[in-house]
């Protein structure tokens, strides 16, 4: 095995959180400004990824349930798509990277649409979707459809007159 691989068991059998990028909080009103300028408010925040909540999953399969992809060709059809499927991926991050049951804020919403290169947006989504776990997900519920097939009953026979 590779040494990445190697990490990547690691962080994720310990859970660990992992960096993504530090950015500049951009404050809109003028009293933000000042208490940023004195320090009372943070000028830069570094952006984490943890294991995900189970709202937080449900969440996030609903955002890829939306997102439409085809395979095509196209020129114009790719960016098109690309187009319809930006924000979804811009809200896919957010809610992974927020972690909590409140909306997230807005400075990781401009964060993430200004402060980002595109190459850093793929390891980021790559990251989150690493932290669905959707193959435990899907194995769970594979295993509990067996059960059921089974069609077995936890009851026991109660012997007595019919």
């Given at each position: ?105 807005q400075w990781l919403y401009e964060a993430l649409n200004y402060q980002f290169s595109n190459s850093e ?39 007595g007159h019919s």
């Amino acid at each position: 095995m590779t040494n990445k691989v190697q990490k990547e068991i690691v962080s994720t059998i310990t859970g660990e959180r992992s960096f993504l990028k530090r950015v500049k909080v951009q404050y809109k009103t003028r009293w933000q400004k000042c208490l940023s300028a004195i320090f009372i408010l943070p000028k830069h925040k570094d952006i984490y990824t943890a294991d995900l909540w189970p709202a937080t999953v449900y969440r996030l399969l609903g955002t890829l349930i939306d997102i439409k992809a085809e395979r095509t060709t196209d020129d114009r059809e790719v960016f098109e798509m690309l187009k319809g499927n930006i924000p979804l991926f811009i809200e896919f991050l957010a809610v992974g990277i927020h972690n909590a049951e409140s909306e997230p804020p807005q400075w990781l919403y401009e964060a993430l649409n200004y402060q980002f290169s595109n190459s850093e947006l793929y390891d980021a989504v790559l990251e989150v979707y690493r932290r669905l776990d959707v193959e435990t997900f899907f194995g769970i519920t594979g295993s509990i459809r067996e059960i059921r097939d089974l069609n077995l009953t936890l009851d026991p026979t109660v012997p007595g007159h019919s």
